[in-house]
Nanobody, 117 residues
Framework: QVQLVESGGGLVQPGESLRLSCAAS????????MGWYRQAPGKERELVAS???????NIADSVKGRFTISRDSAKNTVSLQMNSLKIEDTAVYYC???????????WGQGAQVTVSS
């Protein structure tokens, strides 16, 4: 079992920045892909960004160039730096850990990000 705890959500205006952090309850092996998903009201949960232990990232087209994902294996954390936020980025953001071999997936409780003028 892996517990994931997000922090850093909040209310910002368009164009501003936020940084989300996710801390895992135990060491995350290299077999885990860490990522961030989001779910806006009335919409399906979607991948925002993911990162392997080797640092390979996958960024959704809708946030490419604005969001950056990073991972600190020593601290068992993954972060999402969100710049130039748009109203359409408003959603609950979920941290995710996916074990690629045994195919186990863990979710955090979610962090609300609201972009509003």
């Amino acid at each position: 079992q892996v517990q994931l705890v997000e922090s850093g959500g909040g209310l910002v205006q368009p164009g501003e920045s936020l940084r989300l952090s996710c801390a895992a309850s135990r060491a995350i092996s290299s077999a885990y892909i860490m990522g961030w998903y989001r779910q806006a009201p009335g919409k399906e949960r979607e991948l925002v960004a993911s990162i392997t232990s080797g640092g390979t990232t996958n960024i959704a087209d809708s946030v490419k160039g604005r969001f950056t994902i990073s991972r600190d294996s020593a601290k068992n954390t993954v972060s999402l730096q969100m710049n130039s936020l748009k109203i359409e980025d408003t959603a609950v953001y979920y941290c995710n850990a996916y074990h690629v071999i045994i195919r186990e997936r863990y979710w955090g409780q979610g962090a609300q990000v609201t972009v509003s003028s």
